[in-house]
């Protein structure tokens, strides 16, 4: 279950820093994924989020899309997943697995902002492939002048309270989808911490 997982995410290190989980930035990232989804007259019958946290951008979503999509959340953190909302929702399911069983697939699945806390992003990219018709990434920049001429601090802030052991640059993201055998059709920042949001 949380084999390759950071120890912060389970021994208290992670909810101690970030008690909400981020939960506070759910309902902008859920509509940044519905402007999207506009803007390419994306409309699944299936979403999943991998690496869900407390689960409050499938939440969001939940009351802004048809009652009849199915929507599923895969957390590996212990903690993270207990802060996930009760199952209340007939179309809203959470799962303190890290990823869909072999098999299961979904017309839109969700990584926003966990590439950059995974150990083996490159195997875990290829791994997420199979499990959906298109992804929307959220990946976060740290790599830049600034970070550079402050030798390093913000990457290093980023490692201490967000647990980011992955830098990127536009380029360097971009380049890790390709590689991995996505194709990007779009692209476009996000709000806050510079963030391309990729589909």
């Known amino acids: 279950m ?3 997982l950071s120890p912060i995410y389970q021994n208290g290190t992670y909810l101690r820093r970030n008690p909400t989980w981020h939960r ?3 309902a902008a990232k859920a509509d940044e994924i519905l402007d999207f989804m506009k803007a390419h007259a994306v409309e699944p ?3 999943c ?3 869900c946290g407390a689960g409050g951008i499938l939440d969001h979503l939940s009351r802004m899309v048809a009652g009849d999509v199915r929507l599923c959340g895969y957390e590996p953190s212990d903690q993270a997943f207990a802060l996930c909302p009760s199952n209340r929702k007939t179309n809203l399911r959470f ?3 890290a990823l869909p069983e072999e098999g299961e697939y979904f017309d839109l699945v969700l990584v926003i902002d966990v590439v950059e806390h995974v150990d083996d992003y490159i195997g875990f990219l290829k791994a997420l492939r199979p499990t959906g018709r298109q992804t ?3 990946i976060p920049l740290n790599v830049s002048v600034q970070s550079v001429l402050f ?3 913000p990457m290093l802030g980023a490692r201490r309270d967000f647990g980011h052991i992955h830098y990127f640059t536009r380029e360097t993201a971009l380049a890790t989808l390709y590689d991995t055998g996505y194709r990007v059709i779009d692209l476009r920042y996000s709000y806050g911490p510079v963030s391309p949001v990729f589909l």
């Open 49 to 51: 989020d991998i690496g």
């Open 2 to 4: 949380t084999r390759g």
């Open 151 to 153: 030798k390093s601090g």
């Open 24 to 26: 506070e930035d759910s």
């Open 136 to 138: 929307i990434f959220r």
């Open 45 to 47: 019958r299936s979403i």
């Open 95 to 97: 799962f303190h697995r």
